[in-house]
């Protein structure tokens, strides 16, 4: 009877252990899946700003060309080429083709402002003194974006290779995210000041 009485008590103790057991690799999965997720929901946000800011820049530009024409007419080169940049920018729709797409922006805006330096009249204009502000301050804005998008980005990357939890992250379908790197010839913002 007492040989029935210990068999039954190692039975319900190996039971709980065993429920125990499954309970924290349940609640560790679930726990670690949500955390993929909230990570992975902040790196969408913070690309989401990114391209509000690029937005916010592509919107400035048919302004800003405008007041150029008006001033320097025969730069229709100059001209297509921000226009078409602009389009490509617009159309761009993961980090690896925003960060592409602004690199040839930036180039073409840096093509635009040196052209610009050719028209002191232009240079004094206030519409044109407007925008080159506004342009400046979204240049800072989209850098900004782009570190935390990368920040975010980078915390979420780790936990998808930090083990157990890349285990998990395969699991689960979730990838290593790109970062937002800029492009090699467009390290440093459009020049914007003419003083």
């Known amino acids: 009877m007492q040989e029935a009485k210990h068999k039954n008590r190692a039975l319900i103790t190996w039971f709980a252990i065993f429920f125990v057991g499954i309970f924290v690799v349940v609640g560790y999965t679930v726990s670690t899946r949500n955390g993929f997720v909230s990570a992975k929901t902040n790196v969408d946000k913070s690309l989401a700003d990114i391209g509000v800011q690029l937005q916010r820049r592509s919107d400035l530009i048919p302004s800003l060309v405008n007041t150029v024409k008006g001033y320097a007419k025969h730069e229709e080169s100059v001209f297509s080429a921000v226009t078409a940049a602009r389009e490509r920018m617009m159309g761009a729709k993961t980090p690896e083709e925003m960060s592409a797409a602004d690199g040839e922006l930036t180039r073409s805006l840096g093509r635009l402002f040196a052209v610009a330096e050719n028209y002191p009249e232009l240079k004094a204009n206030e519409s044109f003194l407007s925008l080159q502000d506004e342009i400046?301050?979204?240049?800072?804005?989209?850098?900004?974006?782009?570190?935390?998008?990368?920040?975010?980005?980078?915390?979420?990357?780790?936990?998808?290779?930090?083990?157990?939890?890349?285990?998990?992250?395969?699991?689960?379908?979730?990838?290593?995210?790109?970062?937002?790197?800029?492009?090699?010839?467009a390290k440093t913002v459009p020049v914007v000041n003419f003083d």
């Open 136 to 185: 400046a301050g979204t240049e800072n804005r989209i850098a900004v974006s782009r570190r935390e998008f990368n920040e975010q980005a980078t915390r979420f990357n780790t936990m998808v290779n930090l083990f157990p939890k890349n285990l998990l992250a395969k699991m689960f379908g979730f990838k290593e995210i790109a970062l937002f790197n800029a492009d090699e010839n």
